[in-house]
């Protein structure tokens, strides 16, 4: 028994991305109608070309039929997943073993979410509030995760005011590469000392640590990587998928010290095993990492292996995660500039690598490593918080292995 991955059986052939942001006057539908639109005619078909959808949303429609009400799809299979704020990601997986078990030829993944007129303040949530008397109580998102910044200064030895400069570094970061992008919904640098002395949220958070509120749609189209070069001619292939919801323990267990993701590590090293990468900061060209506070970003280098453990801080400071870095992480802004619509934001990063890897990312946000050869791109995707979560990476690339 084991994980045996589809490396290089299937590609990307067609992506659409909305812009992220306020749209107050468009529904959910009108979203998604544009990032399948865009998808479509990217890869020179149409909707009655796909065989079948997985659609990922965790609060903006329900069964297979919020999809296929909005396309008028003719009794098409729709499937609706969800996996918290993976869900994009999940309805991507899917929709890849899809294609290569062999039961479709074309299939879609979906992503949509509207959250800025939902009624919540945050994001949109699946359960009532309970009485406080579980294993996490009543905690926000924002002071969930700001639990990492001190756990991981008091672990390697930094001051508090050395900490936040390294997670207002990589809010600057984020903000610039955003700066660059017309889909981000933040689209301004923003100086380091704004970001520093932004009012208070949670802990050491401050207003420019945290993801925003956004509405957004993205979605890609799959098929059998041998039928690829059909449809265009840079397709993008897969050459992991990993996925993995951890036992949920970690804010029971007394040896949990908010240092790490131990999911992230699981998952990344699947990722990994499957497709054939031993070094990931020297054999990606870039990564797309779940960014929804900074702190998260930080520990992310390391449990994705980007960074030796107690060293992603020197490595943050020095540039390392710059678009002209060794390592560009989060090249169109990540979470922290295109805000997280739940379903969307694993596409969304996907598209990223789409754009990167096709040679169609605008010049002052191309990434100066493929220029040196590499031809792989990362996405992680993160559901749930420090203790108790869900975690997905992929590995896609323009070539297929020899």
């Known amino acids: 028994m084991g994980s045996h991955g589809i490396r290089d059986r299937v590609a990307i052939v067609g992506m659409g991305c909305t812009t992220f942001g306020e749209h107050w006057t468009r529904s959910a539908d009108d979203l998604l109608v544009d990032a399948v639109g865009e998808a479509v005619t990217s890869a020179g078909i149409t909707l009655d070309d796909i065989d079948a959808f997985w659609f990922g949303t965790q609060a903006s429609g329900v069964s297979g039929l919020a999809l296929s009400r909005a396309l008028h799809l003719p009794n098409k299979p729709v499937t609706r997943v969800e996996n918290m704020c993976a869900t994009g990601s999940e309805a991507l997986r899917n929709a890849c073993y899809a294609v290569a078990s062999g039961a479709y030829d074309v299939a879609m993944a979906v992503g949509v979410e509207k959250l800025k007129d939902s009624g919540m303040s945050g994001l949109s949530g699946t359960t009532m509030p309970g009485a406080g008397d579980d294993s996490r109580g009543e905690i926000t998102a924002p002071a969930n995760f700001s639990l990492l910044a001190p756990a991981y200064a008091a672990k390697y030895g930094l001051d508090e005011d050395e900490m936040k400069d390294v997670i207002t570094r990589i809010a600057w970061k984020n903000h610039v590469n955003g700066a660059r992008n017309p889909r981000a919904q933040f689209r301004k640098e923003v100086p380091l000392e704004r970001i520093r002395s932004a009012p208070i949220v949670a802990g050491m958070l401050g207003v420019f640590d945290c993801s925003g509120v956004s509405d957004g749609s993205a979605a890609a189209i799959v098929v059998r990587a041998e039928d690829a070069y059909r449809y265009t001619d840079k397709p993008v292939f897969v050459k992991a998928l990993s996925f993995v919801a951890g036992p949920a323990d970690g804010l029971m267990d007394p040896e949990y010290d908010f240092t790490t993701f131990p999911e992230v590590v699981a998952s990344a090293q699947e990722a990994y095993r499957q497709a054939g990468i031993t070094d990931p ?86 990434v100066r490593t493929l220029a040196e050869g590499r031809s792989l791109a990362l996405t992680h995707n993160l559901g749930g918080g420090p203790g108790e979560c869900v975690s997905f990476v992929s590995v896609v690339g323009s070539e297929l292995t020899d």
């Open 281 to 366: 900061r020297t054999e990606l060209a870039l990564a797309e990492v779940h960014d929804c506070f900074t702190p998260t970003e930080l520990v992310l280098m390391e449990d994705l292996g980007f960074s030796d453990r107690g060293q992603a801080w020197k490595d943050v400071t020095s540039g390392q995660f710059d678009l002209d870095g060794g390592l560009p992480v989060n090249p169109d802004g990540g979470l922290k500039a295109f805000g997280h619509p739940i379903g969307a934001s694993g596409l969304r990063m996907m598209f990223e690598a789409w754009l990167q890897l096709r040679g169609e990312a605008p010049p002052d946000r191309t």
